[in-house]
């Protein structure tokens, strides 16, 4: 987000019944429909295509463990609208407007590797007008196999009624 000084961000991590995003749960129930019993999908239960009204606001991002990296594999259109083209692209590497953000945004996903769970915020931005608009996120863990390490993760951004202008 472009101008950090323009407006203020308050995050709260939170769990999936507080979360009243109709993107963020329908993602979350397309994850745990694919769990089959274990604890977590494999990367080859998820297929993007299956969820497409979904695609505007889902990330597909690669999980390295040493050192940890996050690599954004896949973004939708509307985060691009909102971040820019970070597709092909660590995490690490792409140019913030608030390096805390990114900070937040990569402890996320080292919290769901490390976890093996979900995780889930809701975010109140206030805008350059003064008015406090809500977001939503969400990061869901993947591994090959049902023990083995988190390689991939879906996350998601729903961004609300918030528009680019709100933040320019």
């Known amino acids: 987000m472009s101008q950090p000084t ?5 995050r709260r991590e939170t769990e999936i019944a507080r979360i009243s ?4 749960r329908a993602i979350h129930d397309y994850w745990s429909s694919k769990r089959h019993g274990s ?7 998820i297929d993007p295509t299956e969820i497409p009204s979904l695609l505007p606001n889902l990330i597909v991002a690669a999980i390295e463990q040493a050192p940890f990296r996050v690599f954004y594999r896949l973004v939708g259109t509307q985060i691009v609208e909102f971040r820019g083209e ?12 608030a ?8 402890d996320s996903f080292a919290l769901v590797a490390a ?9 109140d931005i206030t805008t350059r007008t003064g008015a406090v608009r809500r977001m939503f996120g969400g990061v869901w863990p ?3 196999s049902p023990d083995g390490p988190i390689d991939r993760c879906l996350a998601a ?7 680019r202008a709100d933040l320019a």
């Open 6 to 10: 323009q407006h203020q961000v308050l």
């Open 21 to 24: 995003s109709p993107v963020i």
């Open 39 to 45: 604890a977590l999908p494999r990367w080859s239960d």
């Open 86 to 97: 970070v597709t092909g692209r660590y995490l690490d590497a792409i140019p913030w407007s």
């Open 99 to 106: 390096p805390a953000a990114r900070d937040k945004v990569q």
């Open 115 to 123: 976890s093996r769970a979900p995780l889930f915020a809701e975010v």
């Open 142 to 144: 993947l591994a090959a």
């Open 157 to 163: 951004e729903d961004y609300g009624d918030l528009t």
